[in-house]
T-cell receptor, first 113, second 112 residues
Framework: EPEVTQTPSHQVTQMGQEVILRCVPI?????FYWYRQILGQKVEFLVS????????KSEIFDDQFSVERPDGSNFTLKIRSTKLEDSAMYFC???????????FGSGTRLTVV | TQLLEQSPQFLSIQEGENLTVYCNSS?????LQWYRQEPGEGPVLLVT?????EVKKLKRLTFQFGDARKDSSLHITAAQPGDTGLYLC????????????FGQGTTLQVKP
């Protein structure tokens, strides 16, 4: 069964450093998302991406964050100047349509120290 | 702001018992999805319901979307230890981007 692949599975970074989280969505999917889940809290929407541009972003997704789909397969989330409160699981998801449900990756656990 | 409230948050039952998990909102959702999440993993889609009043079955799991599309329920018949896990409801709401609003989850423990 097709999978959404995320790398790395775990990243530890110093506060203030930049990190890039990588995702390979399912190849025929059109809609791409990043979510995050702080330990013990709800899964939160960060950003949606369609037709090579951001379609919606949450209040969390400020200038510190950016997304790219540089080569038609990879979908990346960049966090500039990481803060302690950015520590969370980050999930990539993709889908073919809103009523079909989405496939989530296994996540990247980001720890900012 | 659209919110989804799940109840109960924790449920511990014996094998063979039935249970129902509820997902409620004051907002209308265009679709509602149920996921199961294992520790350290991403959510895995169980079902999507789209039409008000829709009922879908997945083996011993029955999912229902409320008539007004503001609530949903997950009913498990004769629970098994393998059903143990975190169940999440997530709604696709007023935006036209397909973003999901998640409930806080229900942790189910089924004891043998």
């Amino acid at each position: 069964e097709p999978e959404v692949t995320q790398t790395p599975s775990h990243q530890v970074t110093q506060m203030g450093q930049e990190v890039i989280l990588r995702c390979v969505p399912i190849s025929n999917h059109l809609y791409f998302y990043w979510y995050r889940q702080i330990l013990g809290q709800k899964v939160e929407f960060l950003v949606s991406f369609y037709n090579n541009e951001i379609s919606e972003k949450s209040e969390i997704f400020d200038d510190q964050f950016s997304v790219e789909r540089p080569d038609g397969s990879n979908f990346t989330l960049k966090i500039r100047s990481t803060k302690l409160e950015d520590s969370a699981m980050y999930f990539c998801a993709s889908g073919t349509g809103f009523s079909s449900g989405y496939t989530f990756g296994s996540g990247t656990r980001l720890t900012v120290v | 702001t659209q919110l989804l409230e799940q109840s109960p948050q924790f449920l511990s039952i014996q094998e063979g018992e039935n249970l129902t998990v509820y997902c409620n909102s004051s907002s209308v959702f265009s679709s509602l999805q149920w996921y199961r999440q294992e520790p350290g993993e991403g959510p895995v889609l169980l079902v999507t319901v789209v039409t008000g009043g829709e009922v879908k079955k997945l083996k011993r799991l029955t999912f229902q979307f409320g008539d007004a599309r503001k609530d949903s329920s997950l009913h498990i018949t004769a629970a098994q230890p393998g059903d143990t896990g975190l169940y999440l409801c997530a709604g696709s709401g007023s935006s036209n981007t397909g973003k999901l609003i998640f409930g806080q989850g229900t942790t189910l423990q089924v004891k043998p």
